[in-house]
C-alpha cells in the first residue's frame, strides 16, 4: 500500500527488505524533517533534530526487523526525539535570556527583543504553548490531523493507533485545545 | 445507575466519530473553533527543509559527529535515581498518609522531649516532591552558592531569570544539573555583579559537561558577557569569532558586540562585515540598529570613505535624533 500525499512523498509504503541508513535518508529525510518541526515547535533547530533522529536510526536499524512499516518506526523515533527535544527546550526557554548579552561599562548596552520578530512568530508560539499543555498522546495526534493534514486512517497506521481511538484523541484533544486557547486568552477569566 | 452508563457509552460513541473537517482549513469567524483554527494555520505553515541543510546533515551523519551510544552505565544511572526518587517519594506519601502518630521515634531522639503537646505535621520537603510535573508555579532550582541567592532571582525587578525554572525532574538529570550550575553562573554575574565568580562557575559547567552539553551556547553567550564585564575583550573577541552568527533575533546583540570588539583591535574589515550583515536586512529602531549605523560609519571613516561615512551618520541623525552618539555625529557631519 502506497499513500501518496500532494507532495509527491510517500507517507506510507510497503516494505520490502531492510533498508540502509542512506537509502532511508534520501527516502525520508524531507518527511522526518516535516515532521520533526511540527512536532519539536518553532523554537527547535530541525537541523540538529533531524541529526539526532537519524542518529537514533542508525543505532537501531540492526534491530529494525520490519514488524512495523519503516514510516511508523521512523515516526515513532522521530516523536520520542522531538519529545526529549522540547524537555530540553523547557530548561533552554528559561534560560533564554542568557542568550543576550547584557554588557554594561564596555560596550552600549542593548537589552531589546526586535518587536517585530516577535509579533511574526507570536502565533506560532501560542498554538505550541497551548499544544505543550496536552497530553503527549493528545498533541501528537491533533498536530498530525491539523498542522500536517493527514487522514484519521494515515494518523493510525503511523502510530500504531486502532482508527477508532485515532478519533477519540482527536476529539480529546480539541475540547482541551479549546479549554487551553481561552486559559491562555483569558477569555474565560 | 442505568442513566450514567447510557450517557457515558453514548459519550464513546460521540468521540468514536470520524472527524472530517480541519479547524485549520475554516475560514476566519468569531467562534472558538475558527479562532482556533486561524492560530493553527500560522503553525501550519513550516518551510520546507533546504536541500543545503539536508546535505550539511547528511555529511554530519557520515562523520559520525555527535555520535555517542548510551552506555549500560548511563542507563544503570538513570534506574538507580528513578529507584531512589520513587523510593523517597513513597516514604514521602507514607509520611502523610500515617501523620506523626505513627512515625516510630528515632532513637537519637532526647528521652526527654515532653509526651504531650500540640503535635505539628512534618511537611518540610514534601510538597516539592508531591508537585505535579507540569506545576504552573515550580520552585526555582537552587542556586549553587547557597539558598540565598536562590530566592533573589525571583525578587530583583528587570533582570535575568525572572520566570520560575522548569518543574523539577523525576530524577537530577545531567540537563537538571547543568541547568543548576549555568542558573548559578547567570545569578552570579548578573545579580550579583560577580563576573569572577561566574566565570569560575562557567568553567566548572566546562569541566562538567563540556562541548556537549544541552546548555552550552547559553553557557558561551554567559562567559562572553563575563569576559567583558572582566574586561578581558581578547578573549571575548576569541569566543565571538569563532561564533557563525546571523542577523536574526539575539544574534544580533552578539554579532554587534563582535563587530565593536573587530573595530576596537582595529579590524574594521571584519567588522564591516558583521555591521553590514547586521544593516542589511530591515532593522527595527533599537539599541542594536543605533550601535551598528554608528559603528558601521566610524569604520568607513577609518578606511577613509567618507561618503559612506557621512550618509551612515546622516541616517542615524534622522532615525535616532535623541541617540546616545548625537553630539559626535553632528560633530562629524558639520551640523
Redesign the interface.
Known amino acids: 500500500m502506497t499513500l501518496v500525499r500532494s507532495d509527491a512523498t510517500p507517507v506510507i509504503e510497503s516494505r520490502s527488505g531492510v533498508p540502509d ?1 542512506e537509502t532511508l ?1 534520501r527516502t525520508h ?2 518527511t522526518v ?2 515532521w520533526a ?2 512536532l519539536a515547535g ?1 523554537l527547535v533547530d ?2 540538529d533534530l ?2 539526532e533522529i ?2 537514533v536510526v ?2 537501531r536499524l540492526p534491530e529494525f526487523r520490519g514488524d512495523a512499516q519503516v514510516t511508523t518506526w521512523l515516526y515513532r523515533i522521530t516523536e520520542r526525539v522531538a519529545q526529549e527535544s522540547r ?2 527546550d ?6 533564554s ?21 516577535f509579533e511574526r512568530r507570536q ?2 508560539e ?3 504553548r ?1 499544544l505543550d ?1 496536552l497530553p503527549g498522546k493528545y498533541r501528537s495526534v491533533l498536530i498530525l ?3 500536517e ?1 493527514l487522514s ?1 486512517e494515515e494518523i493510525a497506521t503511523l502510530t500504531g493507533l486502532k482508527l ?1 481511538t485515532v ?2 484523541h ?3 484533544a ?1 475540547a482541551r ?2 479549554a487551553e ?2 486559559r491562555d486568552s483569558g477569555r474565560n477569566t | 445507575m442505568k442513566e450514567p452508563m447510557a450517557r457515558s457509552k453514548q459519550t464513546d460513541a460521540d468521540e468514536r466519530t470520524p472527524i472530517r473537517d480541519r479547524w485549520s482549513a475554516r475560514p476566519s469567524g468569531d467562534s472558538d473553533e475558527a479562532l482556533a483554527g486561524a492560530l493553527l494555520r500560522s503553525a501550519a505553515v513550516v518551510p520546507p527543509f533546504p536541500a543545503k541543510n539536508l546535505a550539511e546533515v547528511a555529511a554530519r551523519l557520515r562523520s559520525r559527529e555527535r555520535h555517542l551510544p548510551r552506555t549500560w552505565a548511563w542507563q544503570v544511572a538513570v534506574a538507580v535515581g528513578l529507584l531512589l526518587f520513587g523510593g523517597a517519594l513513597y516514604a514521602a506519601v507514607l509520611h502523610i498518609l500515617r501523620g506523626p502518630s505513627v512515625v516510630s521515634p528515632s532513637p537519637a531522639l532526647p528521652v526527654s522531649m515532653p509526651a504531650s503537646g500540640p503535635v505539628r505535621r512534618r511537611h518540610v520537603g514534601v510538597a516539592p516532591a508531591l508537585a505535579p510535573a507540569n506545576s504552573p508555579v515550580p520552585e526555582p532550582p537552587p542556586v549553587a552558592g547557597g539558598g540565598e541567592s536562590g530566592g533573589k532571582l525571583e525578587s530583583v525587578p528587570g533582570k535575568a531569570l525572572l520566570e520560575p525554572p522548569p518543574a523539577p525532574l523525576a530524577n537530577p538529570s545531567a540537563l537538571a544539573q547543568e541547568s543548576r550550575l549555568l542558573a548559578g553562573a547567570i545569578h552570579k554575574l548578573r545579580q550579583e555583579r560577580n563576573p569572577g565568580q561566574a566565570l569560575a562557575m562557567l568553567d566548572q559547567h566546562r569541566a562538567r559537561f563540556g562541548a556537549k552539553g544541552a546548555l552550552e551556547p547559553e553557557a558561551k553567550v554567559t562567559r562572553i558577557e563575563a569576559l567583558l564585564r572582566l574586561g578581558r575583550h581578547d578573549q571575548a573577541l576569541g569566543l565571538l569569532d569563532a561564533q557563525v552568527l546571523t542577523a536574526a533575533e539575539v544574534g544580533r546583540e552578539m554579532l554587534v558586540a563582535r563587530a565593536e570588539l573587530r573595530a576596537e583591535k582595529g579590524r574594521c574589515g571584519a567588522a564591516l562585515n558583521d555591521f553590514n550583515l547586521l544593516l542589511a536586512a530591515e532593522t527595527p529602531p533599537d539599541l542594536v540598529t543605533e550601535r551598528a549605523l554608528y559603528g558601521r560609519a566610524t569604520c568607513r571613516a577609518q578606511q577613509s570613505d567618507w561618503t559612506g561615512a557621512r550618509s551612515d551618520l546622516e541616517h542615524y541623525l534622522a532615525r535616532f535624533p535623541k541617540g546616545r552618539f548625537v553630539d559626535q555625529a553632528r560633530t562629524a557631519v558639520g551640523r
Do not use: N, Q
Open positions: 541508513l535518508y529525510a524531507l524533517a516535516r518541526a511540527k518553532p530541525v537541523d533531524v541529526h537519524f542518529l542508525r543505532r524537555r530540553k523547557r530548561f533552554r526557554r528559561w534560560f535570556r542568557a542568550r543576550h548579552l547584557e554588557i554594561e561599562g564596555t560596550m552600549a548596552p542593548s537589552h531589546l527583543t526586535p518587536v517585530d520578530e502565533s506560532t501560542t498554538v505550541y497551548i499543555r490531523f491539523e498542522l493534514e484519521g477508532a478519533w477519540v482527536l476529539h480529546r480539541r485545545f479549546i486557547m481561552k
